[in-house]
Structure formats: structure tokens, C-alpha cells
């Protein structure tokens, strides 16, 4: 039973308990503080949070950072999000991609349904929910090509399973375009756990990976491009950084630099067989 919290609020992870359920997969959890609302699977981990302010505001650096593989792609016509959350992701593309096509896989029920009640997620024909599990979705339905995929999936325990299965990225490299990526977010811990992960969705997409590990938080954002030897002019990527940047202003520009610095260091400083040569799609 969906259980509201509504006069005598209890305090949780700093702020107030609005909503509290629980099902198979475990706790569900909206919390206030500050005018941000943030939704939390039976940790103190956030997994995603809105500004009651600013509906479409990205408030998380994990967020904001997934995103910023739009600067990669030509057109957005179509694309796939696993794991709902509060559906951050999903008020933004409908806010600045309207004609954009939306399909979204989340395995629970009560989430979905806490993502309509409590975080304003949209309702419209072109967004369309799957409730099902994420292999069972590439395994059991007929799939859409899409231009990019955002695989977003954690539990209480921290990542899901499903990120460990190698058929899993093999599935999804199949469903992209040509020029399509896919974005995955991680946790840098367990590191066995994050190197077993990455490990695996480099040999599905031929070492044509690039990291960004997120400043100040656990969080690592892979890009995991489809079009074999893809290569990106930082000229060209500059010129659009801006463009995005003035539209959506999430930090663009500020994403390239970081994105040369990183690529240049981060595979050297995992072990074996993840190490360079690596594929770099930044060229000058």
C-alpha cells in the first residue's frame, strides 16, 4: 500500500519524508529539502531529484552530464531511457526535443507511479513506458532504431545487475542508428564492480568508449559510440557546445575541456585489459 506523508512529516537524508512505499525491490523514498524534491531507493544515495522552482532544471551532476552526449549526435529523433527515476531526463528532452519520440524502460511499477504523482513526469503519444525489466525488453519486444540510449539503473544496493550482462550491451548496440551512442551511468565503487562493467561495454562496442568521471561524486559517465572510428572536430563541437550551452545551460563548453583532460588519463589508471590503446573521437 502507497503510503503519503502529509502531517507529521518524518526527516530523512536532511530533509522531510513526503512519501514513503515499499515493494519487492525495496524502499521508495521522496524527500524535501530546500525547495528540491529527490527520490531515493532505500539509500542515501540520490537518484534524482527536481526543482520545485524549475521543473526542468537538471539538478544533478549525474544528470546534466548525460546529457551532455547531445553534443555528439546530429538530430535527437528518438531515444531509449532505462531506469525512469523521477524522470529528469524526460522533462528535459520533452521541454527542448517536443517532436522527439521517448520510450522508457523501468522494471517498477511503484516507481512509475512516483514519478507521475510526485515529479511532474509528462504524459504524451510520443512517450511511450515499458514496464518491464531491461534485458527482458530487448529480449521480448520489437525495438525502435534510436539515436541514443541512456541506461540509468540502480537499486538500493547500488548498480543494477543487469549492468554486469555482456548480452545486455550487445542488445543495445543493435537498436542504435548508425551514429547513435549510448550513455551509461556508473559508480566508480565497488571498483571491481566498475571495471567488470566498463570492461564489458567496451568489447561489445570495439573499445569505442570515452569516460568522463564526475568531479566531487562517485559517479562515472560512459559514451559508448556505434559508428566505427567516429571522429569529432573540438572546432566543430565548440561551435555547438555553445549553441547548447546558450539554449540549455548546463555547462557544455566547460564538458570538452574536461572530456580531452580526462580521456588522456583515466584508462591508463585501470588494470589490465582495460587500458590504452583506446578509441578517442576528439581530433584537432
Known amino acids: 500500500m502507497r503510503k503519503k506523508l502529509s502531517l507529521f512529516f518524518d526527516r530523512k537524508y536532511g530533509g522531510k519524508v513526503i512519501f514513503s512505499d515499499q515493494d519487492l525491490d525495496g524502499p521508495i523514498e521522496v524527500i524535501e529539502k530546500k525547495g528540491i524534491r529527490s527520490l531515493h531507493l532505500g539509500s542515501s544515495a540520490t537518484q534524482s531529484s527536481l526543482d520545485l522552482k524549475d521543473l526542468d532544471k537538471l539538478v544533478l551532476k549525474s544528470t ?76 521480448c519486444c520489437d525495438q525502435r532504431q534510436y539515436d541514443l540510449i541512456i541506461l540509468d539503473i540502480f537499486d538500493q544496493n547500488g548498480m543494477s545487475e543487469d549492468l554486469k550482462n555482456e548480452f545486455f550491451y550487445s542488445q543495445i548496440r543493435k537498436t542504435l542508428t548508425a551514429k547513435g551512442i549510448l550513455t551509461v551511468n556508473l559508480w566508480r565503487k565497488p571498483i571491481n564492480d566498475f571495471n567488470q562493467i566498463v570492461l564489458k561495454i567496451s568489447k561489445s562496442f570495439q573499445k569505442q568508449v570515452v569516460a568522463y568521471p564526475i568531479e566531487n561524486v562517485a559517479n562515472c ?64
Open 64 to 139: 546534466r552530464a548525460m546529457i551532455k552526449s547531445l553534443i555528439f549526435l546530429e538530430y535527437v529523433k528518438k531515444i531509449l531511457i532505462i531506469g525512469l527515476g523521477g524522470g529528469s531526463i524526460v522533462r528535459f528532452i520533452d521541454k527542448f526535443y517536443p517532436d522527439c519520440e521517448i520510450d522508457i524502460v523501468e522494471k517498477r511499477d511503484s516507481v512509475i507511479q512516483t514519478a507521475f504523482e510526485y515529479f511532474h513526469l509528462p504524459e504524451r503519444e510520443s512517450i511511450r513506458l515499458f514496464p518491464m525489466d531491461a534485458v527482458e525488453y530487448f529480449v
Open 221 to 284: 559517465i560512459i559514451h559508448a559510440f556505434n559508428e566505427s572510428k567516429a571522429e569529432y572536430s573540438i572546432e566543430e563541437l565548440v561551435i555547438k557546445a555553445d549553441k547548447l550551452q546558450s539554449l540549455m545551460n548546463i555547462g557544455f563548453p566547460g564538458y570538452l575541456e574536461k572530456q580531452e583532460k580526462f580521456q588522456n588519463t583515466f584508462f591508463d589508471k585501470l588494470p589490465e585489459p582495460l587500458k590504452k590503446p583506446y578509441y578517442h573521437p576528439l581530433v584537432r
